[in-house]
């Protein structure tokens, strides 16, 4: 397999993306940990920090970042995918704007430790814009605004933009107005992710790739290669997880798909702006996300490709021509300088892992000794840290704040059986869609887009 080819992030980089020895045989280690995306290595980095003498093995089918961490949008944000009213429904107020906190504290976390690793990881902390572009989104904008307020949350977290504050920020097309935060970051993610595997390694961590587990069960994990005998294993495999003997209907894999353009030139940019590389997107139902790359390129994604019946995932997912062409067409109506249909260079995707509930969550069960994190949605970049300190937490048997949060032990239920799970996502994906293509139209607010948020109850 040409690891290249995943994604943009994964081709530029300047390392040979040679894999790492597989497992030699049968191990005995303190923790073994299955996948080395963000999830795993984080959990490694900070297990090996509080504990050098902790042995931690991670398995990897592939390479470190062949996953969602070698190819998402790289915003590295404090977006939850439980919305506050939805965590303060199940969990009170209190704690639901715990989690929120936390969450903007991981951002900061992040920066943290890649400047004290050398991660060079083209860090830029210039916040998300969120453009309004239609009556409804702006609708979105302000109710979005006023639910933060509602929570005791101030400008320094989310402010409203008039259209030309929004516009000075990024000048997209149409743009009526928007919201700020300064709570994320841009990053390149597949200098992330393989800076991470380094820096784990360089603390004493193990980590063998090409090497897939074929069954996670209480004190092992069991590879065709040997089996690792661990007091802890833990699961960090996210949109891969139904393969996994016993997960089928544990998360849905959900793909993301992108695009990037050639290196745009000065005077390209300064018609777009975002000089700060702030990431951005607008208020519509189905997310798109996009950021200005170090090198000047967009890198623009979406969802809206189909889910596949059984939750399957499989290379070839990554490459749906209709929305390519739909990304470049929404690429094109954002940035009309950039013509219609604008030139790109890549075109790629992968799985993301949706829980039924679309409550991520993080845990280990003390009996059996499997833990877990996952179930971020599309908000793994950030979130995927905070498991990882917490994880940590979890397994050396410190009560902290962060075992307090309350995505901690959350079991979210299981998917419905097929034909019920590819009918229902896959309609949810098609209401969606035409309901932004009516605002677009009618610039009214889509009900049946919001009924059917109100129905997912987040
Ligand atoms: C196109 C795209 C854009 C996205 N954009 C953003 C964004 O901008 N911001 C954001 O916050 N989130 C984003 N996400 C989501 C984010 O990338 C993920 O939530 C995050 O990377 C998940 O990290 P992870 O380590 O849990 O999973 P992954 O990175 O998917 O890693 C799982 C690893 O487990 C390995 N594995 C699976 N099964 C086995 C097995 N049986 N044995 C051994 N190894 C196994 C896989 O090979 C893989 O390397 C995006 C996702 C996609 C696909």
Redesign the pocket.
Known sequence: MRYRDL?YWLSDLDEPLTPRAGLPGDTDADVAI????????WTAYYLAEADPTLRVVV???????????????????A?FPTSLPALARRHGRDRALAMQRAMHATVGEVGRVVAAEGVDCDWAAGGTVLLARSRAQLDRARSAVAEARAYGLTDDDLVLLDAAEAGARCAADGVRGGTYTPHCAAVH?AKL?RGLARAVERRGVRVFER????EMRPGAAV?PAGVVRAPVVVR??????P??PGHRRTVAPV????VATPPLPAETWARIGLARRE?FADHRHVIV?G?RTADDRLAF?GRGAPYHYGSRVRPGFDREPRVFGALRRALGELFPVLGPEPPVTHA??????VARDWAASVGLDRGTGSAW??G?????????NL?GRTLADLIRGVESDLTALPWVGHRSPRWEPEPLRWLAINAGLRVMSSADAREHRTDRPSRRAALFTRFLGH
Do not use: H, K
């Open positions: 994604s299955v996948g080395a995306g963000y999830t795993g290595l398995l990897e089918r592939e390479i470190a970042g062949y996953g969602a961490s070698g190819r998402n949008g790289g915003w590295c944000s977006l993610p992710v090497t897939p587990v074929t590879t960090a495999t996210e949109g891969f997880t393969a996994l793909y993301s798909l992108m990431t996300y950021q994604g790629w995707g992968g799985p993301l892992g994190a996952g971020y949605v599309g908000d793994g970049v950030g979130t995927s498991a």
